[in-house]
């Protein structure tokens, strides 16, 4: 039987690892933005390498997993900034959401060793990489990789940001599709992986090969004239 102090090792290294694949996918590596001469500590839980600057970045939200929120969402953004508009609009194209909730715990669970546990998490992380690449949105990270200077023109970021809790402000849900990853129980409870994604991700690559912000300012010149000076 897994301890309770096993089970949480082992969920709070999956939410490293599952937090580490998703980051890598969509934005660069934490890794790469440290310097070469100073070597990164690694850790090398379920069979992949994490720097230790990103382990700490995730401390507060491993505590949140375990402790209070049971919950942690990892949003992935695109920020588009057009000179017609007075603030940049920023959209949420995937929302993982990784979860340890205690009340599904499953009572057969118990007889689960540490080396199955390990195993089960190693699986579903393998699964994540892969699915990674099969998102709608790998498509406009693809781009955004290839052409960068299309990118930069057109004032685009992709991004992310961390929270505990669930921010709903101006999230569309008609717009997304939810995805069930993986569940894995445990005799103290079920972790879980899931994402809310969007699937018409069209406007999107649009907003990266310029094709609306040409249209937007098409329609402003068409209805608003430009000032007249006379001789």
């Not at 900034?81 to 205690?102: A, G, K, N």
């Not at 960068?148 to 921010?167: D, H, I, P, W, Y």
């Amino acid at each position: 039987m897994v301890g309770r102090k096993n089970v949480e090792t082992i969920i709070k290294h999956a939410l490293g690892q599952c937090a580490h694949v998703i980051l890598q996918s969509r934005i660069p590596s934490p890794s790469s933005q440290s310097s070469p001469s100073q070597p990164v500590g690694t850790d090398k839980w379920l069979n992949l390498e994490l720097p230790q600057t990103f382990l700490r970045d995730l401390q507060p939200f491993e505590q949140a997993l375990l402790t209070t929120a049971k919950q942690v969402f990892i949003n992935i953004t695109m920020t588009h900034s057009q000179p017609i508009l007075d603030t940049p609009q920023t959209v949420v194209m995937e929302r993982w959401r990784i979860s340890f909730d205690p009340a599904a715990a499953v009572e057969g669970a118990s007889e689960m060793t540490p080396e199955l546990l390990h195993w089960h998490c190693s699986v579903l992380i393998r699964g994540l990489h892969s699915l990674m690449r099969a998102m709608p949105t790998q498509g406009v990270y693809s781009t955004v990789r290839k052409n960068t200077s299309a990118v930069s023109a057109n004032q685009v970021k992709m991004g992310f940001f961390l929270s505990s809790s669930e921010e709903d402000s101006g999230f569309l849900l008609d717009q997304y599709q939810l995805l069930v990853l993986g569940r894995i129980p445990t005799a103290y409870g079920t972790f879980v992986v899931s994402c809310l994604y969007k699937a018409d991700l069209s406007r999107e690559l649009a907003l990266l090969s310029g094709d609306v912000l040409i249209r937007s300012q098409m329609i402003v010149h068409d209805y608003i004239s430009p000032s007249v000076t006379g001789a």
